[in-house]
């Protein structure tokens, strides 16, 4: 009571509320309430009579052992064990036939005394915040990192192994591992990325093109003409070139040139662009060392008349002085034109200058690359780059340029280091080493906006966040509130819908489901697509338009396109795009349990199967799934035969008959068979193999209902929804399975949703301010 | 120089110590047999390949045992290579029983496939299985080659939602672990296999010398090897296990590196006229057989003498449409005996082992020195659970073709004792690679009558 009232006065005094916290922790732990008596009283001697001899001191089969057991034993805290415990008994596994059995009484009396203890707890004695361990970025999580640390949105990760699932949810630290053929596909990756975003060296400034002489037309041919790979001018003569020029601009334009020498003067080459815009080169070169000689002028756009003349041709041999006998001739090699060189070089790609934004002077490569990394590890890393990270980084650039690699070849080699780190393929939550003592800490504020990014975005913190923690201003409630409202409407939370929803809800299973072609030739991919994007647009609605959580079972809208609307028979939805139709009674289509995707992927391929649709909503939507089938379980017939000898229903209640199905088969048929109206792809029928179809039923606790409409009005009204939906959630956004201790939190975030009347982004928040959400249990505190 | 010593009987004795009974030691495998020996021409290769949701055993259990018997049905696609065949019957994975750990046959009996221990139940908090027999193998002889194990599947894992009561999908996707706590992952796409294992598959591979990417590589390794380190410091419990994970991912790479500079530039006319795939194939027989090829290759090309193979994963529901069975897998193996479903499931079975002889008979179609590829491997072949309506894991349907460079004397239909150890055959086998072990998983010895 006093954490609850303490956090609702002083808000923004983090501090105060943390060492509160802290030393109720301390109190509490000594104040549990031992009330062994149930434990000591009456299951410890049901354990003697009837399972000491296996799971006791002489024998600990399955590595139980009971009779050690200390009698203040609080079960709740082995909560696996004794469910376990509770289920074999429910299910008549245990004892085994052969040993002696308990009476039926006795073993229902003992099932729900273990029931009632594993309820058993104080939560305000109890606050374990859990310890999550460190997660690898899943598929997703990799590629939307990707794309916002280096705007390259090409989905490296598709060729990545599949991530393991559990607890439902594929982004689970305990079971997302590292094989070494992904750490492989990490290092691939991470130079795919570093070609993609940025250039490994830049284009030369200002363009140049050098064109060869010797290709150019001679006006006279025995005059002028080609030899090896110059042009030879052996009396005055020109060679013309016609040339596009794509800019006005100055130019630079080289020509490389040398003469045979004779007389008193050099050769004299002459280079005209026009008319009015002539140039004579003095070319002083000889055969052995040709001359590259240069002139800057103003080009205009358009086509360039290019003109090379020699204009001082000398051949004389009958001269007095010996010197001056000799035949001069001009030779050209190439003519480079270089611009526009005043103009701003073009922009290079964003990818690129995003990271490396400009060019570092020779001799100080190093330091810029200093200068560049330390925002870039920052992001890269979701929080500020240590000293020596940045120096070994440097290192690293620095030991590439000295094998010759350009300044951004470096950068590249340094930046597949970061993207192959540890530090960024896992999210670290690393706990001081010299901690005080204290089981629980609170995250520091980067690893909170990482919670946040993940859990909303799969995705790195953005700026803001980064920044909010930075500035130590993100653990304050209201600031958290808001960044769960901005982040909710930003794109990037389309993140939530497909990995949270989709896992919750399964429709991320569509695309494996295989409906019989021949008996239901309209599921089409086509129509496949549709479904999912229906499910998708319908949670994003009621994520975005922060509406209440029961309008995932019943809302009087959806969105359809064409082909979904005729595929349900509703009129009047035209073309691909979908749009938002609403729905009333008539349509007797509202909330996921009537959509498409999810009547589909709870079928079999040749058939519905109400057991399937059941047993999913008992799952999914009220988190009460039932124990798995015994494995010697009779299956339904299904051949044409058993179909003639009368309907699916009156087979499966024959089937309910038999006492060991009994049990689970009287919860999860009658909810199943409510949705008989739907064939395995979701089309309204009335018929089913001719018989007419009686969607009525009776839950065990004896409530009727007509029909699915009837039926999903009934579910909306119950917690257990609720709860199913914030312990689904809670999962998601902590990547682990929930312990015992955690049932204090889905209490606490329960009331403030009814508070809250059942808002989505009261959910969302509350689970964002919750303790696991923000805490961290320092020891490895597990049983 | 302890290990050049020839393969004798009293070395053998000697390493087992005394938990082996005397009988075992009857098949103690000939010198020449050894593995990776000194006297070995050609090197041995091993396969393990995995059907999911038991046999119809009726079909897969030949009437007779010993030398003369008939090919049942789902085996009859190995008419050619029945001589190749070495079918054991009576073999049991003790820990994928319940034990008390109740409902979860399907995940337990992928989990005990090759490393016959009692899979930790947990849908996540901790994953924990063995040590797989082909990658106790893998790190015994794994360095000789680029790659130390070769992981494949014909079907990806779950999306969403559970894989079998209790279990995390780990379980149920994978027969390959790297430790206890690590699932070898493995690959599904043929063009990704290709590309790792043959391929060129680094982007601007042109632009720069392979010398200076590779060094440019070693040096990022090294740098992230540092951070690793580093962190290890800091980290306790289960963050260890993952950046564990990490290191050892990243040393094997850098050997990997290493290794490549030994191997031979030139490429084989085999592996050069091989074309490079393209995807997945859409049709499930084109991408089994696609695979197939490639492990097939990388066991000729000796880039890799390890590999597993799960043709789905356990507990699979997929529909077989293109041979006429359109309910899902998992959902008939419930049969109840219903005459109707149990020849659907042989059909199944009859397809998946179709698959699997194509495989021996193209390995048996590639020579090598005087004898073919396929006498100097080992494939296994079955599944972790005998009949899929009982979900029992005693009896088990296991076969092994090749003739593993004379350890296997096939050709015969053995028999064994009720409750036999599965382990028993894991531990022939790993030993029979080269690797050394006295006992793994549940095992009680060596299998007795492999060689004859």
């Not at chain 1, 200002?206 to 110059?230: L, N, Y």
């Not at chain 1, 205009?300 to 204009?311: A, F, H, Q």
């Amino acid at each position: 009571m006093f954490i609850k009232h303490s956090k609702a006065t002083v808000k923004s005094a983090t501090v105060i509320l943390l060492v509160a916290i802290l030393m109720i922790i301390g109190i509490c732990e000594q104040s549990v309430k031992a009330d062994s008596t149930i434990f000591q009283q009456d299951i410890t001697p049901f354990l003697k009579q009837y399972c000491y001899h296996c799971h006791g001191v002489e024998k600990q089969k399955a590595d139980v052992n009971f009779q050690t057991l200390p009698p203040n034993t609080e079960i709740y805290k082995d909560r696996d064990l004794w469910e376990l415990v509770r289920d074999l008994l429910l299910e008549d596994e245990m004892p085994p036939s052969k040993s002696d059995q308990p009476s039926a009484e006795d073993r229902q009396r003992i099932i729900e005394l273990i029931g009632q203890e594993l309820d058993q707890f104080d939560c305000d004695a109890i606050s374990n915040p859990g310890r999550v361990t460190i997660r690898r970025l899943n598929r997703a999580e990799y590629d939307n990192t990707i794309r916002d640390l280096m705007g390259v949105d090409f989905h490296p990760a598709d060729d990545f192994p599949l991530d393991e699932v559990g607890y439902g949810f594929d982004n689970i630290g305990d079971v997302l591992s590292l094989s070494p053929i992904l750490m492989e596909k990490y290092l691939n990756a991470a130079e795919s990325v570093v070609t993609n975003a940025l250039l490994a060296e830049l284009p030369p400034w200002p363009p140049s093109r050098q064109h060869q002489v010797e290709k150019f037309t001679a006006d006279q041919d025995d005059i002028v003409r080609a030899e090896g790979s110059v042009m030879g001018f052996y009396r005055e003569g020109n060679a013309l070139k016609k040339l596009l020029i794509e800019q006005t601009g100055e130019y630079k334009i080289s020509v490389r040139a040398h003469g045979q020498q004779a007389g008193p003067d050099h050769a004299k080459l002459e280079l005209a662009f026009g008319d009015d815009d002539k140039y004579v080169i003095d070319v002083d070169a000889f055969a052995d060392r040709p001359k590259v000689y240069a002139i800057q002028t103003t080009l205009s756009k358009g086509t360039l008349n290019l003109k090379l003349s020699y204009l001082n041709n000398y051949n004389v041999q009958d001269h007095p002085i010996a010197e001056l006998n000799g035949d001069r001739n001009l030779f050209v090699d190439y003519v480079e034109i270089k611009g526009p060189i005043n103009v701003q070089p073009p922009s290079l790609p964003v990818t690129h200058s995003r990271v490396i934004p400009g060019q570092p002077e020779p001799g100080e490569e190093v330091a810029y690359a200093r200068e560049i990394l330390s925002p870039f590890v920052k992001r890269a890393y979701r929080r500020p780059a240590t000293e020596d990270e940045l120096d070994r980084l440097t290192d690293l650039v620095e030991y590439a340029m000295v094998q010759k690699a350009t300044f951004e070849k470096s950068m590249q080699v340094a930046i597949q280091a970061v993207l192959t780190s540890p530090h960024f393929l896992f999210r670290w939550e690393l706990d001081p080493t010299d901690k005080q003592g204290d089981d629980t800490r609170a995250l520091n504020d980067f690893e909170l906006a990482s919670r946040l990014s993940y859990f909303l975005w799969s995705s790195m913190p953005d700026d803001e966040l980064l920044n909010l923690a930075e500035a130590g201003l993100l653990r304050d409630d209201d600031v958290l509130s808001y960044q769960v409202e901005r982040m909710l409407q930003d794109p990037k939370s389309d993140a939530l819908v497909t990995n949270f929803a989709g896992q919750w809800l399964q429709f991320r299973s569509l695309d494996t489901v295989t409906p019989d072609p021949a008996k239901y030739p309209s599921f089409t991919p086509a129509l496949r697509d549709a479904m999912l994007k229906e499910s998708e647009l319908f949670f994003t609605e009621i994520m975005r338009s922060n509406r209440e959580l029961t309008d995932f079972l019943d809302a009087d809208f959806t969105y359809l396109n064409e082909t979904l609307a005729n595929h349900y028979g509703i009129e009047g939805v035209h073309g691909d795009t979908f749009q938002r139709v609403s729905l009333d009674a008539s349509s007797r289509r509202g909330g996921v349990l009537t959509q498409g995707s999810i009547l589909t992927l709870t079928s079999n391929p040749t058939r519905t199967s109400p057991v399937l649709r059941g047993k999913w909503i008992l799952e999914q939507i009220l988190g009460t799934p039932p124990p798995p089938p015994p494995p010697d379980v009779p299956m339904l017939e299904e051949t044409q035969e058993a179909a003639l000898s009368g309907s699916l229903r009156e087979r499966l209640e024959q089937h309910r008959s038999k006492p060991d199905c009994a049990t689970c088969h009287e919860k999860m048929d009658p909810i199943g068979f409510a949705f008989e109206n739907f064939n395995a792809v979701g089309q309204w029928r009335d018929l089913d193999a001719g018989f007419q179809i009686d969607p009525a039923g009776t839950l065990p606790d004896g409530t009727q209902f007509e029909g699915a409409t009837d039926l999903i009005a009934e579910l909306k009204t119950r917690d257990t929804f609720v709860h199913s939906v914030i312990e689904k959630m809670l999962t998601f956004a902590l990547g682990r399975g929930l312990e015992y201790y955690d049932q204090c939190t889905t209490e606490s975030i329960f009331k403030k949703l009814t508070d809250n009347h059942l808002k989505f982004q009261a959910l969302v928040k509350a689970v964002v301010l919750s303790n696991p959400f923000q805490l961290r249990n320092q020891e490895g505190n597990e049983s | 120089m302890k290990n050049m010593q020839p393969w004798t009987r009293r070395n053998f004795l000697r390493g087992l110590g005394t938990a082996l009974a005397l009988p075992a030691l009857e098949s103690v495998y000939p010198q020449k047999a050894l593995a990776a020996g000194p006297n070995s021409e050609f090197p041995l290769r091993t396969a393990f390949m995995f059907v999911p949701n038991g046999m119809h055993m009726p079909d897969w259990t030949p009437r007779n045992t010993g030398s003369y018997f008939e090919l049942p049905k789902i085996l009859s696609s190995f008419e050619h290579v029945k001589r190749d065949l070495l079918i054991l019957s009576g073999l049991t994975h003790d820990k994928g029983r319940g034990n008390g750990d109740g409902a979860g046959d399907h995940a337990r009996s992928a989990g005990v496939f090759l490393t016959g221990v009692q899979p930790l139940k947990s849908e996540g908090a901790e994953i924990r299985a063995g040590v797989s027999a082909d990658q106790v193998i893998a790190k015994a002889i794994g360095h000789q080659t680029r790659f130390a194990s070769l992981e494949l599947g014909a079907e990806t894992g779950r999306q969403s939602g559970k894989c079998d009561s209790g279990y995390s999908c780990a379980y149920s996707n994978n027969i390959s672990w790297r430790d206890e706590a690590t699932p070898m992952t493995k690959e599904v796409n043929p063009k990704l296999v290709f590309e790792r294992f043959f391929g060129n598959q680094i982007p601007s591979e042109e632009s720069e010398s392979q010398a200076r990417r590779k060094l440019f590589r070693q040096s990022i390794l090294d740098f992230v090897l540092e951070d690793a380190r580093r962190l290890e410091k800091q980290v306790s419990y289960r963050d260890k296990q993952k950046l564990n994970e990490y290191l050892t991912a990243v040393r094997e790479i850098e050997q990997r590196i290493e290794r490549a500079d030994l191997e031979k530039q030139d490429r084989p006319d085999y592996l050069t006229e091989f074309e490079t795939p393209e995807g997945i194939p859409s049709s499930y027989e084109e991408h089994i057989k696609l695979l197939g090829d490639l492990m097939i290759l990388s066991f000729q090309a000796d880039v890799t003498r390890v590999g597993t193979f799960m043709l789905a994963n356990e507990g699979s529901n997929r529909s077989y449409r293109h041979i006429g069975v359109n309910e899902g897998h998992h959902s008939l193996s419930h049969h109840q005996n219903d005459p109707g479903k149990l020849a659907k499931i042989s059909e199944i079975n009859e397809f998946h082992a179709r698959q699997v002889a194509y495989m021996i008979q193209k390995m048996k179609s590639i020579p090598e020195g005087d004898g073919t590829l396929l006498d100097h491997s080992m494939i296994v072949y079955g599944a972790g659970i005998s009949d899929g309506n009982r979900h029992n894991n005693e009896n088990l349907p296991i076969m092994i073709a090749g003739q593993g460079n004379g350890l296997i004397r096939t050709g015969r239909h053995l028999s064994y004792e009720f409750e036999t150890p599965m382990a028993n055959l894991l531990l022939s086998m790993i030993q029979g690679m080269g690797a050394k072990a006295d006992r793994f998983g549940d095992s009680t010895g060596l299998l007795r009558g492999l060689n004859g």
